[in-house]
């Protein structure tokens, strides 16, 4: 047994005993016990798992030279404000930046830089964003009545975006920590008891097409927001796709945007692991090691439609897929139309508790709770802009292969607590 007394508990961390009178392993600072063969297992499982992966390899050489002639007749509008540049052919003036509304000033021909790869056509055209923009402010009780009509939709901009497409192959191991509750009773006390299980996984999976915005002046969560793309669509870049549009000019180079990718694709990965993993209550990652191989870059151009507004002397900006017609943009709230509604929920959450329990404080708890649910849920609604953290939405068809996977038991935790009368 002396070899177990240098063990730490696997709930809070400390240097564990062996308790003479119940035989076990015990904890003398959160009170859990475990018997010795659940540590010993505990113990081989962790000695078994591998350390962290390294980063990837990005071949980051996207993009080719223009051809000659290719540019001819494009030009390259500057902002006065942002100082972020967009290009437009010879036929659409350019006369306000599409993200700030600012002036700009033609600056000539397009020079340099390098062509995409691809490019998504616009699908939808500047009516259907001004229908999309009207219903993205419809049944939205917190919405101020004069924001929208204050809306200058007319201002609505179609603009390609650069972006950066990352694809690579995934090699992972990771170690998932479960737990499975059992709850029950008896006349003096309510016990909780908590089972441990070591979910090992070891497997393949593949990404294409991960995005990552190219564009400082483009918000990147406001990109994020709008995806997904289907890149099925895209096609070998032409310049004649520009006519009627801008096209904004990439500021931020591939070498710097993988570090997002990478990111996304890691999460992506655990994500994808941990759907294997069933049948619990909860779920966590104990060690993991990611390795990501074959990584290759592409640019490409992505439709969105552009409008900038302000209310109240604060910006907001409204943008939609060009393609698949998903439109986001957080709206602002009236405060007193907040604090009505909360009320409203309040009232009716106090008289309900007040009915079922016939207590004041059990009423005031339940007005405070309901009136902050509603509040929060009609909160909610004003915002639709979110990073995307997870790449799962550019998982290879067919590239998940899982080739090992096993759920161990660990040990398990019973906490008791005295009934209240």
């Not at 941990?274 to 993991?288: A, L, P």
């Not at 709206?331 to 139309?337: F, G, N, V």
């Amino acid at each position: 047994m002396a070899d177990l007394l240098g063990y730490k508990c696997p709930c809070c961390g400390a240097k564990i005993e062996f308790d003479s009178t119940s035989q076990q392993m015990k904890c003398p600072y959160c009170d859990s016990e475990f018997d010795v063969a659940s540590l010993q297992s505990y113990d081989d499982v962790l000695n078994q798992q591998p350390a962290q992966g390294e980063s990837a390899e990005w071949d980051t050489s996207a993009g080719a030279d223009w051809e000659p002639g290719e540019t001819e007749g494009m030009r390259v509008y500057k902002c006065q404000s942002c100082g972020g540049e967009v290009i437009a052919d010879g036929s659409t003036a350019a006369s306000q930046c599409p993200y700030c509304d600012a002036p700009v000033i033609m600056m000539g021909q397009l020079a340099g830089d390098l062509k995409p790869d691809f490019v998504i056509p616009f699908h939808l055209d500047k009516e259907a964003a001004k229908q999309s923009l009207m219903k993205h402010m419809e049944g939205k009780p917190l919405l101020p009545k004069v924001f929208k009509s204050q809306n200058h939709i007319d201002e609505i901009k179609g603009v390609y975006v650069p972006i950066w497409l990352y694809e690579a192959d995934v090699n992972a191991q990771i170690e998932f920590k479960a737990t499975k509750v059992r709850r029950w009773s008896d006349s003096k006390y309510n016990y909780t008891e908590t089972s441990y299980y070591s979910c090992p996984r070891c497997g393949q999976v593949g990404f294409e097409h991960v995005p990552v915005d190219g564009s400082t002046k483009m918000d990147s969560t406001i990109m994020e927001s709008l995806e997904p793309y289907d890149f099925s669509k895209a096609v070998s870049f032409q310049s004649a796709y520009l006519s009627g549009y801008l096209a904004d000019k990439y500021d931020i180079d591939a070498d710097t945007s993988c570090v997002r990718a990478t990111d996304r694709i890691h999460q992506g990965t655990r994500d994808k692991f941990r759907e294997t993993v069933r049948g619990y209550n909860t779920v966590d990652i104990e060690q993991e090691n990611i390795n990501l191989k074959k990584g290759e870059t592409h640019y490409a151009l992505y439709p969105v439609w552009l409008l900038n507004t302000s209310w109240n002397d604060k910006k907001f900006v409204f943008a939609m897929n060009g393609q698949s017609g998903k439109f986001v943009g957080d709206l602002p709230a009236d405060k007193l139309k907040a604090v009505i509604f909360f009320l409203i929920g309040a009232v009716a959450g106090g008289v309900l508790g007040y009915l079922i329990k016939e207590d004041m404080m059990i009423a005031l708890i339940a007005a405070l709770v309901v009136g902050g649910i509603v509040l929060g849920i009609l909160w909610s609604q004003l915002k639709s802009v979110h990073k995307e953290d997870s790449a799962t939405n550019y998982v290879k068809p067919e590239s998940f292969q899982l080739e090992f996977q096993q759920d161990r038991y660990l040990y398990k935790k019973t906490e008791r607590t005295k009934r209240s009368n």
